[in-house]
């Protein structure tokens, strides 16, 4: 028997015996057949509820359907969608719904139930995908098909951004920020915004910063029990620079907020710590927290910011000449200033002052800098499904397998399984810091200064026993937190000390 079509109308359109405005038509869809169609997570939003009370107040009766966004889209273009039964649903209108707002919130709930750092629309030559990057890796959400993903990047940076009446424009950089009123209703401090066309289109990327309530400890962050010791001497200090180092997406930013609330635990909350930031990324409570203007030069920031009475500073980059030497200035007259620096290793940083063209005295005066953190962040395996390294099935490369044996202890080594329930089938469960700690001494600096970077960390290991990234990577790996081939693509090879300072195997 063949199956009627029925072809039921949409009564939520514009003109419509329900009309609703757009915002409201990203979220449900009323058709004559006596379905109310509702995007699946938006049952308790109030104006859901208030729509729904005033089909109940009229006595329109109605069955509830939840469905997917992309479902309601179909219904108010018109388009056969998968149904319990054969219907398609007319269009009554050419309007288009340009309220995009929810769906870009739904995007960001999704995104933080995953724990995602970023969010990018990547542009294809069919379109966008939707990725995620979750513990450092990119995994595909969505796909958006010819133009579709375009209205939703505009909205973004148009209606929902602190840019908002500012056009966006595809075929230019933009930079920007989402307002709190939609990063807060998904528990986030904030959401950075860049975008930079491509060859197939625009590309946007949103970093997602969260804001937990409480910082997290060093030891919960991954660092060993002798770097948490130097750390903690390091916030009981009342002058002097602090350097915490790393590449782009090292974890620096969290860091800074968990060593700075211990600092203003440990001093009791009685002193000014101000900070100047660009954006300020995460709440530090306790501290005076402010942007850097946007027609303000770092070095006019730190300028203003000595002028209101700091007792500690803080400094969100080093960037060019200028805030380096504030930074220092501010040191000089006896306040203690924290800051970051973009550097694969602790002992780089001193080059990389040099470098920017901050004076040789200040730079290597162990009175003035009292410490060099580098950290990066690598994934931790899920204890329910990882699987020992000597009985695992993969194949690993040869060189890979060498390293392992000559620089591991291969029986206690564990790799990557399969996936499992608990850790959402990706078989890593969150990530950790790899890193290494100097607090430079006059020895250190003169070693330094007279016979370079790679003599003075050669030193500092085999003189001052410091634990190097290489050395801290390898007691995980031999733990088995860390798979092995994941630690050289996030952190470095399992012999770079062999290379850089001649460790022995």
Not at 207 to 236: C, F, N, W
Not at 248 to 259: A, H
Not at 271 to 283: K, Q
Request: glycine share 8%.
């Amino acid at each position: 028997m063949t199956a009627i079509q029925v072809i039921t109308r949409v009564l939520t359109v514009p003109g419509g015996r329900w009309e609703i405005d757009a915002d409201l038509r990203e979220k449900l869809c009323l058709t004559d057949d006596g379905v109310l169609h509702i995007v699946e997570g938006y049952g308790g939003n109030p104006f859901v509820l208030a729509f729904k009370d005033r089909l109940h107040r009229a006595g329109h009766e109605h069955d509830v359907e939840y469905v997917t966004p992309e479902h309601i889209k179909q219904l108010y273009h018109g388009v056969p969608v998968t149904t319990g039964s054969s219907k398609h649903y007319q269009y009554l209108t050419s309007e288009n719904s340009t309220g995009k707002q929810d769906q870009v919130v739904k995007i960001l709930r999704d995104a933080t139930n995953a724990e995602a750092s970023d969010v990018h629309f990547f542009a294809t030559p069919n379109g966008h995908q939707l990725r995620f990057r979750v513990h450092g890796q990119l995994e595909t959400v969505q796909s958006f098909a010819g133009e579709d993903g375009r209205p939703l990047m505009s909205s973004i940076y148009e209606t929902m951004s602190e840019s908002t009446g500012t056009s966006y424009r595809p075929n230019e950089k933009q930079d920007g920020r989402l307002r709190s009123e939609f990063v807060t209703q998904c528990g986030l401090f904030g959401a950075r915004i860049a975008t930079r066309p491509t060859l197939n289109g625009p590309w946007m990327a949103m970093r997602l910063l969260y804001d937990s309530g409480k910082a997290m400890s060093l030891d919960e962050m991954g660092y060993l029990p002798v770097q948490i010791d130097a750390l903690t001497r390091l916030i009981h200090r009342v002058d002097g620079i602090v350097l915490l180092t790393g590449t782009t997406g090292s974890g620096k930013s969290r860091s800074i907020q968990t060593l700075l609330s211990m600092l203003l635990e440990v001093m009791d909350y009685s002193i000014n710590l101000v900070t100047v930031e660009d954006p300020v990324e995460y709440r530090i409570n306790g501290a005076t927290q402010t942007p850097r203007g946007p027609k303000e030069s770092w070095e006019d920031a730190i300028s203003n910011m000595m002028r209101l009475d700091p007792d500690v500073g803080l400094i969100g980059e080093m960037r060019d000449i200028g805030s380096a030497v504030a930074a220092f200035q501010a040191a000089l007259t006896g306040h203690m200033m924290w800051s970051t620096l973009h550097v694969n290793s602790a002992a780089a940083s001193l080059q990389r002052l040099h470098d920017l063209g901050v004076e040789d005295s200040l730079v290597y005066d162990p009175g003035l800098v009292k410490g060099l953190v580098n950290q990066s962040l690598t994934r931790v395996l899920c204890d329910k499904c990882k699987v020992p390294y000597l009985r695992s099935n993969r194949i690993f490369a040869p060189d890979l397998k060498s390293r392992i044996l000559q620089r591991c202890e291969p029986e206690l080594v564990f790799v990557q399984g399969e996936g499992c329930e608990h850790c959402s089938y990706r078989g890593i469960i969150n990530r950790t810091a790899i890193a290494e700690i100097i607090p430079p001494n006059l020895d250190f600096m003169r070693m330094f200064r007279e016979r370079g970077r790679a003599e003075a960390q050669a030193f500092w290991v085999n003189e001052q026993g410091g634990i190097t990234k290489n050395a801290h990577l390898i007691q995980r790996v031999n733990e088995g937190i860390v798979d092995p081939s994941h630690g050289e693509r996030d952190v470095c090879p399992l012999d770079e000390d062999v290379s850089v300072i001649g460790a022995k195997a």
